[in-house]
T-cell receptor, first 113, second 111 residues
């Protein structure tokens, strides 16, 4: 594809509900990252996938957060039992190889009411 | 834990002025990248610097990596309204998988 695609672009959910956020990376990119950005803030690392290696989950804030990457391509970030503090923009990025420059999607804006 | 600080946090200037923003850390990074982010979009890569003391120019933007690879600066000459955005620096480490991002400098260039 032309770039990293994320869906939905906006998601409003009630506190306590589960949400799934999707990321389609650039074709052929082996590395995929999820970041979270709160209003006006920098990027907080969540999780990183590289090829078939075990993901680096060190940034996930709690066990309510999980992510998977199927077939080395599409990734889904799942947040269970959402809380108001989960409200943020969730950004996905891919890169051709580990530690190469990142190509970001436009993010999913999550609002938990 | 590697951390990056950026200054200033906010900057509002008139079109045509020059400015410099800074990215600092106590840690050494193998590479450092600068991104610009506009509202509603993801960050877009501007430049990557990898060698201590390296200077790169991108039109009116000049990027410098510190000799010790712990800090970087971005200088914009004759700023234009199109330069408005959030400027993020990100450090790459030989020891970690992910990039560490600074909190960003929010630049507003007024016409």
């Amino acid at each position: 594809g032309a770039g990293v695609s994320q869906s939905p672009s906006n998601k409003v959910t009630e506190k306590g509900k589960d949400v799934e956020l999707r990321c389609d990376p650039i074709s052929g990119h082996t590395a995929l990252y999820w970041y979270r950005q709160s209003l006006g803030q920098g990027l907080e690392f969540l999780i990183y996938f590289q090829g078939n290696s075990a993901p680096d989950k060190s940034g996930l804030p709690s066990d309510r957060f999980s992510a998977e990457r199927t077939g080395g391509s599409v990734s889904t970030l799942t947040i269970q039992r959402t809380q108001q503090e989960d409200s943020a923009v969730y950004l996905c990025a891919s890169s051709a190889r580990q530690r190469f420059p990142l190509h970001f999607g436009n993010g999913t804006r999550l609002t938990v009411t | 834990t590697q951390l990056l600080e950026q200054s200033p946090q906010f900057l509002s200037i008139q079109e045509g002025e020059n400015l410099t923003v800074y990215c600092n850390s106590s840690s050494v990074f193998s590479s450092l990248q600068w991104y610009r982010q506009e509202p509603g979009e993801g960050p877009v890569l501007l430049v990557t610097v990898v060698t201590g003391g390296e200077v790169k120019k991108l039109k009116r933007l000049t990027f410098q990596f510190g000799d010790a690879r712990k800090d970087s600066s971005l200088h914009i000459t004759a700023a234009q309204p199109g330069d408005t955005g959030l400027y993020l620096c990100a450090g790459g480490s030989n020891y970690g998988q992910n990039f560490v991002f600074g909190p960003g400098t929010r630049l507003s260039v007024l016409p």
